[in-house]
């Protein structure tokens, strides 16, 4: 092999100069070996592209992988998801290597709380207990008493007391479910998923009114006008349980649409409708920019350079992993 084609070769395994033809199937076979080799383990969320989800070793929603990483024995975890999910698996694993393929993979409603912001709202309410939803930074971690995902949620806030204030962030949406489900008036910080809020409330209803047999189901992420459709509001693996259970043979699915593949998988005989959202894109259909930013060739990029890697510095991990602690 001449210099030039040495040179180019490298810059394009560094993921440096994309010359690469291949196609998702061509990594399959070298991210099996590196995964044997390095003794790593991957895990993914529902919300990934399929290969990865079909490559993973572990596919699930937030709780499921959180416990999944806190249990896990391999020496590299590949987390592929976003930013806060790999640095809750390196908080929980501080000796550990997690591994996010592309480290721009961020999270819209995690970035709508910044912590400054959010210290001095905490600030005016001394009385108050803070519960966070997941999707936040470390260092709103460390700002609260306890962290939930949108499946245990209503079991964390009902383990306070019924006259205990409570702020919830970030999540105002999920947050407004929570008020109704738990009879509570907690103080809702002001954030969304730009995903869940682009749902079009008029092209659902004319689908629905198209479709009168299928069941809306749907992510407590959704706003409330969303929510007041549903047949049924959980998690992406609530949704998929219920999905299972209900005798029902049709679906609109009001959450990002890689959860079809699964659930695809999990009722192959039931139709499943994507829920639309507000802008016509290819699919009409949901899907989260940043948990996309993550392909099968920068998997096989990061297994392979063992890079990037997620680094939480140690006193604001040791920090955040109370409350996280305190759900798991
Ligand atoms: P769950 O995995 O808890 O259903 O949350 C969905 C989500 O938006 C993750 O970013
Ligand atoms: Fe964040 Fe929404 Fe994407 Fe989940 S779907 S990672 S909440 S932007």
């Given at each position: 092999m001449d210099t030039l084609a040495k040179a180019k070769e490298n810059l394009?395994?560094?993921?440096?100069?994309?010359?690469?033809?291949r196609n998702s199937t061509d990594y399959v076979s070298?991210?099996?070996?590196?995964?044997?080799?390095?003794?790593?383990?991957?895990?993914?969320?529902?919300?990934?592209?399929e290969a990865i989800q079909d490559i993973a070793d572990f596919v699930g929603d937030s709780l499921q992988l959180a416990q999944e990483a806190s249990k896990t024995d391999a020496d590299i975890i590949v987390f592929c998801g976003v930013h806060f999910m790999a640095e809750t698996a390196k908080i929980l694993n501080p000796t550990k290597k997690v591994l996010l393929p592309d480290l721009k993979a961020g999270c819209s409603l995690a970035d709508s709380c910044p912590p400054a912001e959010f210290k001095a709202f905490k600030a005016k309410h001394p009385d108050h207990k803070v519960v966070t939803y997941i999707n936040c930074s470390a260092e709103i971690k460390t700002m609260?008493?306890?962290?939930?995902t949108s499946s245990n949620?209503?079991?964390?806030?009902?383990?306070?007391?019924?006259?205990?204030?409570?702020?919830?962030?970030?999540?105002?949406?999920?947050?407004?479910?929570?008020?109704?489900?738990?009879?509570?008036?907690?103080?809702l910080w002001d954030g969304a998923c730009m995903v869940h809020e682009a749902f079009s409330i008029e092209k659902l209803l004319s689908i629905s009114a198209e479709h009168p047999d299928a069941e809306i189901i749907a992510h407590p992420e959704s706003p409330s006008h969303?929510?007041?459709?549903?047949?049924?509001?959980?998690?992406?693996?609530?949704?998929?349980?219920?999905?299972?259970?209900?005798?029902?043979?049709?679906?609109?699915?009001?959450?990002?649409?890689g959860i079809l593949h699964e659930m695809i998988k999990q009722v192959p005989g039931k139709h499943l409708i994507p829920a639309?959202?507000?802008?016509?894109?290819?699919?009409?259909?949901?899907?989260?920019?940043?948990?996309r930013m993550n392909t099968m060739k920068k998997l096989f990029l990061c297994l392979e350079h063992e890079l990037?890697?997620?680094?939480?510095?140690?006193?604001?991990?040791?920090?955040?992993?109370?409350p996280i602690e305190k759900m798991l």
């Open positions: 394009e395994n560094k993921g440096f100069l994309d010359i690469d033809t070298e991210i099996n070996r590196l995964k044997k080799e390095k003794n790593a383990v991957i895990l993914a969320h529902y919300y990934q592209e609260s008493d306890i962290v939930c949620a209503v079991k964390v806030i009902n383990s306070f007391p019924q006259d205990q204030k409570i702020i919830f962030a970030p999540d105002k949406n999920l947050g407004d479910y929570l008020n109704k489900e738990t009879g509570r008036n907690m103080v969303i929510l007041k459709t549903a047949s049924y509001i959980g998690s992406t693996a609530g949704l998929l349980k219920y999905a299972r259970a209900s005798k029902k043979n049709k679906f609109i699915v009001a959450t990002e649409a639309p959202v507000e802008e016509d894109n290819t699919c009409a259909c949901s899907e989260c920019f940043y948990m990037p890697e997620i680094e939480v510095e140690k006193e604001l991990a040791k920090a955040a992993s109370i």
